[in-house]
């Protein structure tokens, strides 16, 4: 299994980044996915998180400004990101866990398979 985020960058506050999650070696239909971010000297947090049935969730901080969604038969999931803020700057991670349901969707010891991150900085 592997997946393989990208699209991150340099971008400035305000601005728009898309980034993607690429899955192979597994049939993302019967996967559930997260996202998180690590910044420098901080833990890892979760961003947002897509079910199976493509009911998603976001942690508070995304005050609207981000969209999760998936393409099963590309097996990408992406995270659209808006106004983006300095404070976002973060190495973005995506995740994945077969398991149903959205308990502890932001805890990324309940992941079964990470992605290598891709760094998004906010930055004027």
């Known amino acids: 299994v592997q997946l393989q985020a990208s699209g991150g960058g340099l971008v400035q506050p305000g601005g728009s980044l898309r980034l993607s999650c690429a899955a192979s070696?597994?049939?993302?239909?019967?996967?559930?996915i997260g996202w998180f971010r690590q910044a420098p000297g901080k833990e890892r947090e979760g961003v947002s998180f897509?079910?199976?049935?493509?009911?998603?969730y976001y942690a508070d901080f995304v005050e609207g400004r981000f969209t999760i969604s998936r393409d099963n038969s590309k097996s990408t999931v992406y995270l659209q990101m808006n106004n983006v803020k300095p404070e976002d700057t973060a190495v973005y991670y995506c995740?994945?866990?077969?398991?149903?349901?959205?308990?502890?969707?932001?805890?990324?010891?309940?992941?079964?398979?990470w992605g290598q991150g891709t760094l998004v900085t906010v930055s004027s």
């Open positions: 995740a994945a866990r077969p398991r149903n349901g959205s308990y502890r969707w932001a805890q990324y010891s309940e992941y079964d398979y």
């Open positions: 070696g597994l049939i993302l239909d019967y996967y559930a």
């Open positions: 897509i079910r199976q049935n493509d009911i998603t």
